[in-house]
Every structure is written in C-alpha cells, then in structure tokens.
Nanobody, 111 residues
Framework: QVQLVESGGGLVQAGGSLRLSCVAS????????VHWLRQPPGKEREWVAS???????NYAGSVRGRFKISRDSAKNMVSLQMNSLQVEDTAVYYC?????WGQGTQVTVSS
C-alpha cells in the first residue's frame, strides 16, 4: 500500500500562514483525487480541500479564499497553503488518497 507522509504543521499566531505537504511513496496522486481533512480537538474529522487528478480543486466553505491546495506530480506531493489562519483552524490535518492515509500533522493557531 502507498504510504503518505504529512509535514509542515506547527504553532502559529492568528493571521499567520503555514504550508502543509503530503508526499506519497508512489504515484498514487496521478490517478486519484487527493483530500486534506482535519480533526479539531474534541470534534469529528472534517473535509477541508481536494484536488483531482486533472487539477480541479474544491474547498470547504470555512477555508475557501484562505487555503490553496496544489500538486507537484513530479515529486508525488500535494501541498496545502494556509493563510489568514484562525484559532478555529487548530486541528490535526490528514492527507488522504484512495485507501491511503497519512499519520497527521498538528496545526495550532494561537490568539
């Protein structure tokens, strides 16, 4: 099974930016939609953004206009640029494609 590894999480003040990356051990991103999801503390996991194999992107309403998902096929990597971060964006962020999941990366936004 293809392994996914997220990175780029951390602690940032409200209004700041972070860039998350998800790297796959194989070329799974060339054939499948890639999703970013997040799980805020004490809440259910929720979908954040996705990019299809042909580059069509979609965003949850809460992040549209602030987050941008992109893909680098040569590097088997999908990124999530997060700007104007809010305290409510605090969560563990996961990358998913087909049946593969990453281990998650923590994003904490302080007020």
């Amino acid at each position: 099974q293809v392994q996914l590894v997220e990175s780029g999480g951390g602690l940032v003040q409200a209004g700041g930016s972070l860039r998350l990356s998800c790297v796959a051990s194989g070329s799974i991103f060339n054939e499948n939609t890639v999703h970013w999801l997040r799980q805020p503390p004490g809440k259910e996991r929720e979908w954040v953004a996705s990019i299809t194999r042909v580059g069509i992107t979609n965003y949850a309403g809460s992040v549209r206009g602030r987050f941008k998902i992109s893909r680098d096929s040569a590097k088997n990597m999908v990124s999530l640029q997060m700007n104007s971060l809010q305290v409510e964006d605090t969560a563990v962020y996961y990358c998913n494609s087909f049946q593969s999941w990453g281990q998650g990366t923590q994003v904490t936004v302080s007020s």
